[in-house]
């Protein structure tokens, strides 16, 4: 490795740094403020109301570890501030790729880092309002009468952590349609083409990664594949791309090349 290519390498290294511990900050700084009001209790309640509600009358959850009751609260908070601080996070992760990008991809930045975060906190708030709810009562439904639910906060924490993430990710279907057409990867003929695959994907990864109920997996299943058609129809008015200024000047790269040869052949003779 060269002088060059290894400052080279170095100061990308320096810049990750720099953009990653930007991050940290910025979660850190919206971690402190929410601890400060409304308080991680208060945050607890909040994301645990669609469980309690669904318990039988005066039950609550229980925690089982010394310190649970300390760092449940406070991991759920440190959760939304990064929910917060993610268009931020984004547009660190954008702007450190960004200079190797091509101009057509660079204009994708901004709409990028916006829907991509609209669609994530869509996808977990359809989560919490609607799949919870059911969910919670669904299994409640099934438990036998003798025993009385106390579910552990931790576990509960788990549990909505990954769903959290299911769904969010699963919401960002049409984002990821719409710039694997915008790059030229596929075109909308192969994603009409691949319709079917894609829904059978779509439930089998709902089996996978939700509760072993058909609620839940219907309720991630079914989404995914209308925001697959989403996702086919925004994609209908992205045109592959056609980097007319970059093909410009690859041709003139060629034609240089090109007369270099011949330069050197006439030389070569002589």
Known sequence: MSDTQEDSFISHLVELRDRLLRSLIAVAIVLGGLCLYP????IYDILAAPLTSALPEG???????????????????????????????LFQAWAFIAPGLYAHEKRLGIPLIISSTLLFV??????????????????????????????????????????????GIAFEVPVALVVLVKLGVVTVEKLVEW?????????????VVTPPD????????????LLYE????????IS???????????AKMDAAMDQAEDEFRKLSGK
Do not use: W
């Not at 308080?39 to 208060?42: F, K, W």
């Not at 959850?61 to 990064?82: D, S, Y």
């Not at 977990?124 to 409640?140: P, T």
């Not at 989403?230 to 008015?237: D, V």
């Open 39 to 42: 308080g991680p209790g208060v």
């Open 59 to 89: 039950t609550k959850m229980v925690a089982i570890g010394v310190i649970t009751p300390f760092m449940v609260p406070l991991k759920v908070t440190a959760m939304v501030a990064f929910i917060i601080a993610l268009p931020f996070i």
């Open 122 to 167: 869509l996808g977990m708030s359809f989560c919490y309002f609607f799949v919870f709810g059911q969910v919670f009562h669904f299994i409640n439904s099934f438990a036998p009468k003798s025993i009385t639910p106390a579910p552990d906060i931790e576990a509960y924490l788990s549990f909505v952590m990954t769903m959290f993430l299911a769904f």
């Open 195 to 207: 319709r079917s695959y894609f829904i059978v994907g779509a439930f089998v990864v709902a089996a």
């Open 214 to 225: 058909v609620v839940s997996q219907l309720a991630l299943a079914i989404p995914m594949c």
């Open 230 to 237: 989403l996702g086919i129809l925004a994609s209908r008015f």
């Open 240 to 250: 592959k791309p056609t980097p007319a200024v970059d093909a410009a000047a690859e």
